[in-house]
Every structure is written in C-alpha cells, then in structure tokens.
C-alpha cells in the first residue's frame, strides 16, 4: 500500500530565502504526483502535477522535480513571501485512481 | 470559471442526526472523488464514482455512510446516524479520467462538527 510522507511537519524562514520541500513515496509505480496548497480552514489549490514520465515542472517562482526510481519528489519555492505561509500537501495516485496523500508540510515565513 | 461547488460550507449537528453532504462535480468530469480531513489521519479517500458508478468505498464506514450519484451533476455523501468522531472536513473532488493528466480539481470542502 501506497504510503506518502513529508518532512518536515513544519518550516519557518525569513522572506526572500529559497526553500525545498520534500515528498517521499513507497511505490515507484504511480501516475501522477501532485503538490497542492492549503489555507488555513479553505480547500485545496493545485499548484503543480508531474506525470510519471516528467522529471519537473514549473510554475512562476514554484519548480517540482520527481525522482520515481527513489521514490522522492521536491517542491522548490524562489524567493519565498510571507503570502506563501500555507500547508503543503503532495499526493500521488495511479491511473485514475484516488489520491493517497502526505501530511503536509507547514510553512510560515515571515516579514 | 469551472470549479467543483460543495453546500453546505459548515454544518453543526447533534449526535444521531442525518447529515447530507452535496457536491456539484466539473461538467464534463468523469471522476468524482470524496475525501475527508482531520487532524490526525490528514485527508483519506471515502469514496469515489466513474460515470456515476461507485467503484472503490473501502475508506467508508459502510453502516452509517452511504455516497451516491443521482445524476452526473451532483453527488451526494449521508451519515445516519452522525456521531462525534465523524467531526472532519469532507471534501469532493472531480477529475477527466481518460485524459493526458488525470488532474483532481478540489472544491472548497464541508465542515461538519458533530456535538
């Protein structure tokens, strides 16, 4: 069974550092990997999916790499905001299948 | 601007109460997940349907939840009775499955405090 960690639990850094965040998976055999943002008390926004046949994706200062054959995936954020305090969450699934997700990353970071 | 609408936003209720969960899925989506979030389990499939079909509800408590899809515009999530420990957010997803990225789109999820 699928299994999705991410460490750590929670990050604080001041603005304008770059940061990683980081996914681990226990099987290789996924489809997609997907890192989402959450607010406090608000819903899911989907920040970047990786098929399994992409080594990364970018998206303005965010940039996800995934490594399959180690089961690892990172989330890269350039010059972090303090309006990047959120919840990371990156989840995995096969082929139309349901998403099993990590516990997600907190991250503050401040003015 | 297609987006996956969930009501009721927050719902509080007694113990032994029905509660009914609605979500409108993203037309054209074939795949209609429910997922729910607590603190300590972080967020777990309930339930999911393709082309209204259910087709996996293992993570479901199956005496007092039932999920459901009337039609390809709405699905529904009931616990009867509703006990304390189902206090969580409950979210629905939807998704093309079949398509090149087989991305899920979230809506804004249901908070359910039961006293």
């Known amino acids: 069974k699928q299994e999705v960690t991410q460490i750590p639990a929670a990050l604080s850094v001041p603005e304008g550092e770059n940061l990683v965040l980081n996914c681990s998976f226990t099987?290789?055999?996924?489809?997609?990997l997907q890192w989402f943002r959450q607010d406090p008390g608000k819903g899911l926004t989907s920040l970047l999916l990786?098929?399994?046949?992409?080594r990364e994706q970018t998206s303005g200062r965010l940039n996800a790499s995934l490594d399959k054959s180690s089961g690892r995936s990172t989330l890269y954020i350039a010059a972090s905001q303090p309006g990047d305090s959120a919840t990371y969450l990156c989840?995995?699934?096969?082929?139309?299948?349901?998403?099993?997700f990590g516990k997600g990353t907190t991250l503050s970071v401040s003015s | 601007d297609a987006r996956v609408t969930q009501t009721p936003r927050h719902k509080v209720t007694e113990m032994g109460q029905e509660v009914t969960m609605r979500c409108q899925p993203i037309?054209?989506?074939?795949?209609v997940f429910w997922y729910r979030q607590t603190m300590m389990q972080g967020l777990e499939l309930l339930a999911y349907?393709?082309?209204?079909?259910?087709?996996?509800d293992s993570g479901m408590p199956k005496d007092r939840f039932s999920a459901e899809m009337p039609d390809a515009t709405l699905a529904t999530l009931k616990i009867q009775p509703s006990e304390p420990r189902d206090s969580a957010v409950y979210f629905c997803?939807?998704?093309?499955?079949?398509?090149?990225?087989?991305?899920?789109?979230f809506g804004p999820g249901t908070r359910l405090t039961v006293l």
């Open positions: 997803a939807s998704g093309e499955v079949g398509t090149a990225y087989n991305e899920q789109f």
């Open positions: 099987d290789s055999a996924i489809y997609n």
């Open positions: 990786i098929q399994s046949s992409q």
């Open positions: 989840a995995t699934n096969q082929a139309g299948t349901a998403l099993i």
């Open positions: 037309l054209g989506h074939n795949t």
């Open positions: 349907f393709r082309n209204r079909a259910p087709l996996d």
